[in-house]
């Protein structure tokens, strides 16, 4: 089925421990979006990429970086883990310039970081 | 101050009843979109809305679209367990990118 794959799945790192989550989409959408959800703050938009070779920064860009390494693939890198950073993270894609078009999410990635 | 205000936060409710719930905002959008999310899965589009008072029928569920185009709602008639969720909504603001705004969403349980 098309949609967005992220991977892992799951996974629980130490403290200052790095490690990349990988995302990937097979709609040929140009937007791409990295979120985080946490009880009570809602999803906040961590970095996002419009188009292939672009990212900027999103609400909570700290800890974070990311590669738009083609037009399907968004990694988003930690590159020393912190507990703060546990989290359930989702990646998004999305069509560019329509307004009427939403996202369509990945499954998600469950961060633990003890 | 947050852009995007949901409520109820929190809503558990019997099958067969119906329920609204209210996103609301001080900005005019320029389209606002709900969404639901499952337990362990990502949320999925339910609907777009753009034109001031615009109302869009999905089966059970009816989504109204503020005349001034500030808040929407989400009614549910005869609500069923599988219609259990996070109900998340999502505004474009006027004139912005395209990058979505999303509210923290209202937690329905439906108990059958």
């Known amino acids: 089925n098309a949609g967005v794959t992220q991977t892992p799945k799951f996974q629980v790192l130490k403290t200052g421990q790095s490690m990349t989550l990988q995302c990937a989409q097979d709609m040929n959408h140009n937007s791409m979006y990295w979120y985080r959800q946490d009880p009570g703050m809602g999803l906040r938009l961590i970095y996002y990429?419009?188009?292939?070779?672009?990212?900027d920064k999103g609400e909570v860009p700290n800890g974070y970086n990311v590669s738009r390494l083609n037009k399907r693939e968004f990694s988003l890198r930690l590159e020393s883990a912190a507990p703060s950073q546990t989290s359930v993270y989702f990646c998004?894609?999305?069509?560019?310039?329509?307004?009427?078009?939403?996202?369509?999410f990945g499954s998600g990635t469950r961060l633990t970081v003890v | 101050t947050q852009l995007l205000e949901q409520s109820p936060q929190f809503l558990s409710i019997q099958e067969g009843e119906n329920l609204t719930v209210y996103c609301n905002s001080s900005s005019v959008f320029s389209s606002l979109q709900w969404y639901r999310q499952e337990p362990g899965e990502g949320p999925v589009l339910l609907v777009t809305?753009?034109?001031?008072?615009e109302v869009k029928k999905l089966k059970r569920l009816t989504f109204q679209f503020g005349d001034a185009r500030k808040d929407s709602s989400l009614h549910i008639t005869a609500a069923q367990p599988g219609d259990t969720g996070l109900y998340l909504c999502?505004?474009?603001?006027?004139?912005?990118?395209?990058?979505?705004?999303f509210g923290k969403g209202t937690k329905l349980t439906v108990n059958p």
């Open positions: 998004a894609s999305s069509e560019a310039q329509d307004r009427l078009y939403g996202y369509t």
């Open positions: 999502a505004l474009r603001r006027r004139g912005g990118s395209e990058k979505l705004v």
């Open positions: 809305v753009v034109t001031g008072g």
């Open positions: 990429s419009a188009s292939e070779g672009t990212t």
